[in-house]
């Protein structure tokens, strides 16, 4: 009987830990991601901001190519750019928090990874 608790707790551990890193995981993707949202961002408003404020550039929004001029685009730029610093500071907490938990955890259980 105390076997199968034992392999049956065994079996609640993985799924949790695998819980843990797939969160994990899936946090770093979503850092990856508004990374490199955030380079692209910075990489349009170093090209647009040493250009005339009326000179015509293009900006796609909901997949429309909309024409505008670089004093009406940069605000906006850079308002999204705020914000995906924003959400990147949060991301990053949230990583660190779930780290945290899953270190924790894996003290309150005793549990040791073993790599294959």
Sequence with gaps: MT???S????????????????????????????EQETEEHKLVID???PLPGERKCFR???GVLVERTVKDVMPQLTTNADGLKKVLDDLLKQYTAKQEELEKWKKQNKIQVVQQ
Excluded at 15 to 29: G, M, R, V
């Design 3 to 5: 076997a199968q608790v």
């Design 7 to 34: 392999a049956r707790k065994q079996q609640e551990l993985q799924a949790q830990y695998t819980n843990y890193k797939e969160t994990l995981q899936a946090i770093a993707q979503k850092i990856g991601d508004v």
């Design 60 to 62: 796609m929004i909901n």
């Design 47 to 49: 090209t647009l901001a």
